[in-house]
């Protein structure tokens, strides 16, 4: 499977890039108590904080990237900042699985939107494109996801995933043995920074999940 970024993102957001993590013969279950431990402390520590989303450098750059590709962000916000804005308000996020627990901690971590797919379920190659106005699905939030214009990732089937929400089409349950972590980086990260910040990810979901990973910065 090849991953590419569309050239158009790339002539709008000078320094675009993702990160990918391909994980094999992992195993999903319910999140084992250190990870909710772990994940509870943390989301603590941030209300501490007394920060607004919009304060964390990854937010604030990546609304600009959306302004850049023509999204509004405070209509269609980055997935992070949905993320943070519900932890700052003082929500908790409900427990899903050992997969999606570890992504959301990723992505409130390093304030960036951050995908996780079962792998199985993707055909063909991955395209990081901007959204035709034939490209919907039906999304995690359970609502017919109209992508024209948006930011998104597409295989041979069409759109399945996106920094805003993700497809049910690929989404990681219990059943998932192969995954695919498409991380959005900053764009003013530095390369080393980059394959630094997976490696810590790829660490972390093994030492959760099991299985391998490879790592790619895009």
């Known amino acids: 499977m090849m991953i590419t970024i569309s050239p158009k993102i790339s002539e709008l957001v000078p320094h675009f890039k993702i990160g990918t993590i391909t994980y094999h013969d992992i195993a999903i279950s319910e999140s084992p108590q250190m990870i909710k431990g772990r994940f509870q402390l943390f989301t603590e520590s941030l209300r501490l904080e007394e920060k607004t989303a919009t304060d964390y450098p990854g937010i604030a750059e990546y609304r600009s990237v959306f302004k850049a590709i023509g999204i509004d962000p405070s209509r269609y916000r980055p997935a992070s900042e949905a993320l943070l804005r519900r932890i700052l308000s003082g929500k908790d996020l409900p427990p899903i699985n ?115 990973a490879e790592i790619k910065v895009l």
Not at 106 to 120: E, H, V, W
Not at 141 to 163: H, I, Q, T, V
Not at 181 to 204: C, D, N, R, T
């Open 98 to 212: 050992s997969g999606v627990d570890v992504n959301n901690f990723f992505s409130i971590r390093f304030a960036i939107p951050i995908g996780l797919y079962n792998l199985d379920k993707i055909e063909g190659n991955v395209e990081i494109r901007i959204g035709h106005s034939d490209d919907t699905y039906e999304g995690l939030n359970g609502r017919e996801m109209n992508m024209e214009g948006k930011l998104l990732s597409a295989d041979s089937f069409g759109a399945f995933g996106s920094p805003i929400v993700d497809s049910k089409r690929t989404m990681v349950d219990e059943r998932v043995m192969n995954a695919l972590h498409i991380v959005y980086l900053q764009p003013s990260m530095e390369k080393s920074e980059a394959e630094e910040l997976l490696e810590s990810m790829a660490k972390m979901f093994t030492q959760v999940n099991g299985g391998t």
